[in-house]
């Protein structure tokens, strides 16, 4: 079969290493890719967001089926596009389409389908520029911390959560503004929970389910989680608060509510949904909504899924998951990455990165890496995610931080504690 997945970053080449593990005869391409997946695939110079061009490829390479790695493509109804084509229609896209993407496309659409379902979420409303009076008047009934989240997508940088009330106010009135464009053009306020993040993951075909390996990861780019926000800075998985107890009670109250809200609101969702969760003194709570895999979530995923993950998407495909087991090994994964100096600020790229060939024991997955003259550089903030697996979670950390150790380029930053308060609790 062949296979494109959309996507140039770390989530894209763990999927693509995953799928060259299929014990059925695979050619996987990859749009655009990077150094890593043209390893183990072929890389196209194609623009995800450019469907056209996309539809170009796809016929041209006999694709059979597209897996969509980021959120952008989604939003923007790439499989709409494929369903309304003749020439593509019989391709399987993974993915949601725009009207199921909504779920991470739009807060306030997410939040109120939560509060249809009675799906356990913050309490929130949503303002636009027109009622900058109601969204002070609402933030003075809220306790600090306060949080302000952008509706659309801003790149993992529109939500603030700030101690000081004069300072939300300002940050509110700058996104209603335009500071992240339109897709501030309405904002989320919503309670503040006070607990600790996970991230849980499943695959449906919009008919069933299949829960996947939970994950945390560490999204401060400082040591102790201070300073600012990143894409992540490391995952572990699995979670050890993540009992099954409180599995229990996340499949209870959030998964099934959620697959059988797509079902009633006409939704033909067959992809991954990410739950952004909160455990609250040992209850749920849903964050927020993605409508693909986590990144870097997704290279501690994969490598903790011993089934083959072509059969899972085939199952999607055709409606069929509930006939599928998914086999999860009981060895921890953990990946450390490995980010430009000056990020998630201003940094510089091109810097050429060397002992990429001296790893063991652990995985280089790619996420912001780029050929020049032949050979890979810095392409981005976050550049290598080291990944590992052991028997625990020290063992997992000592792979990945002896590994990370070996590679090397200009400004190189990584946080030394990724799963440290994993491992006091374990």
């Not at 399987?92 to 799906?119: C, Q, W, Y």
């Not at 309490?123 to 306060?146: H, N």
């Not at 989240?149 to 300072?167: F, H, P, Q, R, T």
């Not at 999860?328 to 990429?356: H, N, Q, R, W």
Request: hydrophobic share 40%; with cysteine.
């Amino acid at each position: 079969m062949n296979i494109l997945i959309l996507g140039s970053g770390g989530r894209e080449h763990a999927m693509a290493w995953k799928l060259s593990r299929s014990k059925k005869p695979v050619k996987i391409f990859v749009a655009p890719g990077n150094p890593g997946t043209g390893e183990i695939a072929v890389n196209l110079p194609i623009d995800p967001l450019n469907f056209e061009t996309v539809k170009s490829a796809v016929l041209s390479e006999a694709i059979e089926m597209v897996i969509v790695g980021p959120e952008a493509p989604l939003v923007e109804g790439i499989r709409d596009y494929f369903e309304a084509d003749p020439a593509l229609r019989q391709i399987t896209v993974i993915g949601p389409n725009r009207k199921g993407a909504m779920l991470e496309g739009s807060k306030d659409f997410a939040k109120a389908f939560m509060m249809r379902h009675n799906i356990p979420t913050a309490a929130y409303e949503s303002f636009t520029a027109d009622r900058i009076d109601e969204a002070e008047k609402f933030l003075k009934t809220l306790k600090p911390p306060y949080v302000l989240k952008a509706d659309g997508l801003a790149a993992g940088k529109g939500v603030l959560i700030l101690n000081d009330y004069s300072e939300a106010l300002c940050e509110l009135k700058a996104m209603l503004a335009g500071r992240f464009g339109s897709a501030g053009e309405k904002v989320v306020i919503e309670e503040y929970l006070n607990g600790i993040e996970l991230s849980v993951f499943v695959i449906t075909d919009g008919l069933s389910y299949k829960i996947l390996p939970e994950a945390k990861d560490y999204k401060r780019i400082g040591e102790g989680d201070r300073g600012k926000n990143t894409g992540g800075m490391g995952a572990v998985s699995p979670v050890p608060f993540a009992t099954p107890a409180f599995m229990s009670k996340v499949e209870k109250k959030i998964i099934v509510p959620t697959v059988e809200g797509l079902k009633a609101e006409g939704m033909d969702y067959r992809g991954f949904i990410f739950f952004g969760l909160m455990n609250v003194d040992g209850e749920p709570w849903v964050i927020e909504y993605n409508a693909r895999m986590g990144d870097p979530e997704c290279e501690v995923v994969m490598p903790r899924i011993e089934s083959d993950i072509l059969d899972l998407f085939t199952a999607v495909a055709e409606h069929r998951l509930s006939e599928q087991s998914v086999v999860i090994s009981d060895k921890t994964a953990v990946t450390v990455m490995l980010v430009s100096g000056g990020y998630p600020d201003e940094y510089k790229k091109g810097f050429p990165i060397t002992g990429l060939e001296t790893v063991t024991d652990s995985i280089a997955f790619h996420a912001g890496t780029r050929y020049s003259e032949g050979r890979p550089v810095t392409g981005g903030g976050r550049v290598i995610a080291v990944t590992s697996t052991g028997k625990d979670i020290g063992e997992a950390l000592e792979k990945s931080y002896r590994n990370a150790s070996l590679i090397h380029f200009e400004g190189v930053y990584l946080r030394r504690d990724i799963g440290y308060d994993l491992r006091i609790k374990a």
